[in-house]
């Protein structure tokens, strides 16, 4: 049967969470990190995944609410996550855009060999000078731009992290490129893992390409399961032409998960948990995401504005930008009129994550049913509350999937390329 792989997103400041309810803890303590990364090992779980953010976003001029209380950086937190975990991969979101290869190079060196085997770099860019501006060099980059440096900035890390050989002796390195060109000694002997596990977050055309030249690891997202097939069918397919197999490049998008005793129960429990995560401020905030207008004048609960979006808009800034805004606009009037939708309402339908809803039973046999068909390879669960949302899931599904067959009931090695079943990386001379 078909191992299915399983990780678990730090639920920290975005709109899945649900920061109303009274067991939510804070995004900045240890202890939520911690509980998390703790539960995750206990279900056996492949890997932990940060996100970060490096500025907070603005919305209408303002913070947003969001933001307030701070992100930590990712790297720091998982060097402490090492010294509480023993096997669980520590897998840190750390923007190609602006670092540097051989001090991030450096940096998951480290982490790989603090926790013996277990590092991970998720890859993202960002053509975003708003966030940009925090690195005091004009902050702008061509979007055109982002991927070939991305691409680049991996294969640069690789080689530092080649030129000291597997016996321990160290190398003088060189690179020139397009985006970077550097030469020295890299300081960090040969990790555990020869090389961090490399994951790629991105649905693009060039998201894909790039997840199928350089990525160990694609988090993606798609709603159904004939989405999930077709998205698996096509990377994949992009695999053999840079030497790879299908076997290298494993699928997980991130989800969410509601349980119940019955699958009646968990389908209320959802409805209820979409309506604390879009309130009506969410909902406008949504709106005016895709619109770049300020609609705080609408009713939440009232028809979606017939005005158009104003494609230019820097009305949000440091978010992820729509890239069609007048497309998304028509999408979410298709929806609304279609269902009788009010602004509210088709924001909690049209932002929704993939979604398992149902009893233990229910949701196990429909992970199993995704990776079982192609559509995935495993996933990333997204919890809706922090630090104890991954709680049921570990005590009630994971021992039916492992009942099942279709999960580990221990771990077998100790790194996470061991847990990805991904070859030790062959050392370039």
Not at 265 to 271: F, H, V
């Amino acid at each position: 049967m078909k191992q299915m792989h399983l990780a678990a997103h730090f639920p920290g400041v975005n709109s899945t969470t649900v920061w109303t309810d009274p067991r939510s803890r804070s995004q900045i303590d240890f202890s939520s990190f911690e509980h998390l990364a703790r539960t995750a090992e206990r279900g056996k779980f492949d890997f932990f995944f940060l996100a970060e953010g490096l500025r907070l976003r603005e919305h209408n001029g303002r913070i947003h609410d969001l933001d307030v209380v701070g992100r930590p950086e990712s790297l720091t937190v998982l060097n402490a996550l090492a010294a509480v975990t023993e096997r669980l991969g520590l897998a840190a979101t750390v923007n190609a855009t602006f670092n540097e290869p051989y001090e991030l190079a450096r940096r998951l060196a480290t982490l790989d060999h603090l926790s013996d085997g277990r590092a991970a770099w998720n890859v993202v860019t960002s053509s975003d000078a708003f966030t940009g501006e925090n690195f005091r060099r004009g902050g702008y980059l061509d979007r055109a731009d982002r991927y070939t440096r991305a691409a680049e900035f991996v294969a640069t890390a690789r080689e530092l992290w080649d030129s000291w050989t597997p016996e321990g002796a160290s190398r003088p390195f060189a690179h020139s490129g397009q985006h970077f060109d550097i030469s020295g000694e890299f300081t960090v002997p040969r990790s555990p893992q020869g090389h961090p596990v490399v994951i790629q977050a991105g649905d693009s055309d060039e998201g894909r390409e790039f997840a199928a030249s350089a990525a160990d690891v694609i988090f993606t997202r798609h709603g159904t399961l004939e989405a999930g097939r077709r998205f698996y069918a096509d990377v994949k397919a992009r695999l053999a032409k840079y030497g790879r197999q299908p076997g290298d490049l494993k699928i997980m998008p991130g989800v969410t998960v509601v349980l119940g005793d019955t699958d009646a129960e968990a389908q209320q429990n959802a409805a209820e948990i979409r309506h604390q995560q879009v309130s009506p401020q969410n909902a406008i905030l949504a709106l005016e995401q895709i619109w770049g207008r300020d609609l705080s004048s609408c009713d939440p609960d009232g028809p979606l504005p017939e005005i158009d979006p104003d494609p230019g808009s820097d009305l949000v800034q440091g978010r992820v930008r729509v890239a069609d805004p007048l497309a998304a606009a028509a999408r979410w009037r298709e929806l609304s009129e279609a269902k009788g939708l009010s602004i509210r309402q088709t924001a909690i339908e049209a932002t929704a994550r993939q979604s398992f809803i149902g009893s233990p039973a229910t949701v196990a046999a429909e992970l199993e049913k995704f990776v079982a068909t192609d559509a995935a390879d495993g996933f990333i669960l997204v919890p809706h509350l922090t630090p104890g949302g991954l709680d049921g899931f570990v005590d009630r599904v994971v021992p039916l999937l492992q009942e099942r067959g279709a999960f580990r009931t221990e771990y077998t090695g100790s790194t996470l390329r061991s847990h990805l079943g991904l070859a030790r990386p062959v050392w370039k001379s």
